[in-house]
Nanobody
Framework: QVQLVESGGGSVQAGGSLRLSCASS???????MAWFRQAPGKEREGVAG???????RYTASVKGRFTISQDNVNNTLYLEMNSLKPEDTANYYC???????????????????WGQGTQVTVSS
């Protein structure tokens, strides 16, 4: 049984930083992992993804500000978020599944497993 549990969300002012964590269990060692986010009234969008070998990809709006990483020993995925902007406000989800995002867009249907989400609020 696959379980993904996010933590680390909160409220910060613009320019601040947060680190999200996603504790996983039951995932396969060859799967890719990713962070998505969903703001009210908007579609869920991919933010960053990582392969089992550590290769990463980011959506354009977070490049240079966000860093995805993983601790394979402790089965934990991270998202370090710096220089946060009000437009980063969303519910952030951890996802596990395929690696197709390395060849195109992040697509929700490429990921079969999702966490419950953690809220990030950035005030101006």
């Amino acid at each position: 049984q696959v379980q993904l549990v996010e933590s680390g969300g909160g409220s910060v002012q613009a320019g601040g930083s947060l680190r999200l964590s996603c504790a996983s269990s039951g995932t396969h060692s060859t799967w890719c992992m990713a962070w998505f986010r969903q703001a009210p009234g908007k579609e869920r969008e991919g933010v960053a993804g990582i392969s089992s070998e550590g290769e990463t990809r980011y959506t354009a709006s977070v490049k240079g500000r966000f860093t995805i990483s993983q601790d394979n020993v402790n089965n934990t995925l991270y998202l370090e978020m710096n220089s946060l902007k009000p437009e980063d406000t969303a519910n952030y989800y951890c996802a596990a599944g395929g690696c197709a995002f390395f060849h195109g867009d992040f697509r929700t249907h490429d990921f079969g497993y999702w966490g419950q989400g953690t809220q990030v609020t950035v005030s101006s």
